[in-house]
């Protein structure tokens, strides 16, 4: 058997808090995205777009 308490509301302050660490951590997410799709278009090199279909 676990030990499990019943989970918590949490206070206003709380959920402020969560709610600003969520929208940072998507952030930096989307930013480490971005950082990596960029670097990989410069690794590739402008000719990769000019290739016949």
Known sequence: MTD????QSLTPEEQKR???RSL???LTLG???LIF???TIAKLG???LK???
């Open 51 to 53: 290739r016949p279909m």
């Open 18 to 20: 969560r709610r600003k």
């Open 4 to 7: 499990r308490k019943a989970p």
């Open 31 to 33: 930013a480490l995205v």
């Open 46 to 48: 402008p000719g990769v």
């Open 37 to 39: 799709y960029v670097v």
């Open 24 to 26: 940072a951590l998507a």
